[in-house]
């Protein structure tokens, strides 16, 4: 089995080097492409533009992997959860999201997670392995055949992991996506905790996509609590690599602040977020928090979110309170952990 290579862990340079050095021309590579990619084939028998014989003896050489599908949830919103079987044994989460005009794609970038943010139940798993970049672009290609006909719209690495501690395969992913499966880089968004090197190091080694970042507190203090990473990357080091991120024109970060009861949701801590965004085309995503089985943390009352988005609306960021979907199903934001 050792020699058989699995088409999927090639990008197109791979690709093209495996199908010359089986003594095929270049453009075979490129229609296997168009198959994986585009017509979605799960197999190499159904890459039909291939002469049979051709197909019987690539199958001796290469296969096609695919996530398995273990469990798929539908949540009485709409929202649905997949969990899928990677090919070591290992699993993981995505989550598709239905609103009025997308199909919106929620993908993982790691099994588990290594920065223990206190809210998030990813974060209690532990780091158990990076994904490989076809693990990524296969949850995007096994979900498009589960929400047939409905299209997938847009992209967002909100999963499970922290994408910019897993950036090579994450650049390579977001390169397959956005070149062989042709998904608009302008509809993918890639979240982050805020490791400040990475944040100007991912649009020199991938496509330029959209940044969210997860405030979630106005103060080092408070973040220090509730996110460990900001001791190393602090709001300073933070906002310094923001403000050098090469944004397209017209276009905005996304700030993500999970609201938690008395801990980061005072009129002052709207006041200081509101302070810190200036200069940065910005809006702000207000998650209530989702609370979970022992978790520490309430959410705060719609009266309270409310005051707090007024704040930053009247400095003139568009704020709004995203009542997280799928929370029935703990597809919520934060919410993940693939049954470990
Ligand atoms: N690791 C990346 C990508 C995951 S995105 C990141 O942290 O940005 C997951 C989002 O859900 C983050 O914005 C996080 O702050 C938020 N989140 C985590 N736990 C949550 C919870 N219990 N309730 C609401 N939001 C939560
Ligand atoms: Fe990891 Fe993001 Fe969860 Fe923090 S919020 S533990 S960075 S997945």
Not at 71 to 83: C, H, I, N, P
Request: charged share 25%; hydrophobic share 40%.
């Amino acid at each position: 089995m050792g020699r058989v290579k699995n088409l999927k862990s090639l990008d197109r340079a791979g690709l093209e080097a495996f199908f010359r050095q089986e003594g095929l021309p270049a453009f075979r590579a490129r229609q296997a492409i168009h198959w994986i990619y585009e017509k979605n084939v799960r197999d190499i028998s159904e890459i039909t533009e291939f002469a049979k014989p051709l197909r019987d003896s690539l199958s001796q050489k290469a296969y096609i992997s695919n996530l398995a599908l273990k469990e798929r949830q539908v949540s009485a919103d709409g929202t649905e959860k997949y969990l899928f079987g990677l090919e070591d044994g290992n699993s993981i989460e995505s989550v598709l999201i239905p609103d009025e005009k997308r199909l919106t794609l929620c993908v993982s970038s790691q099994v588990g997670c290594a920065l223990s943010c206190r809210f998030c139940l990813t974060g209690k798993l532990g780091m158990i392995r990076d994904l490989r970049a076809h693990e990524i672009v296969d949850q995007y290609l096994s979900a498009r055949r589960l929400a047939a006909p409905r299209k997938i719209t847009n992209m967002v690495f909100m999963g499970m992991g922290e994408p910019l501690n897993n950036l090579e395969n994450v650049a390579s992913a977001l390169k397959r996506l956005t070149e062989l499966a042709h998904f608009s880089r302008r509809r993918i968004t890639v979240s982050t905790s805020g490791i400040a090197p990475k944040i100007l190091e991912l649009p020199e080694r991938a496509p330029l996509v959209n940044l969210a970042v997860s405030l979630n507190a106005s103060t080092d203090e408070v973040r220090d609590r509730i996110m460990p990473i900001n001791r190393r990357y602090n709001l300073e080091a933070l906002f310094e690599a923001l403000r050098r991120f090469p944004l397209p024109p017209r276009s905005r970060i996304t700030f993500e602040y999970v609201m938690l009861s008395g801990v980061n949701d005072t009129d002052a801590d709207a006041r200081r977020a509101a302070a810190l965004l200036r200069g940065i085309p910005s809006k702000i995503n207000l998650i209530p928090f989702n609370e979970h089985e022992g978790s520490i943390f309430r959410t705060p009352s719609d009266k309270r979110a409310l005051a707090f988005r007024k704040i930053l609306t009247d400095a003139g960021y568009t704020a709004i309170i995203r009542k997280s979907k799928g929370r029935d199903i703990l597809a919520a934001c934060g919410q993940l952990k693939a049954k470990y």
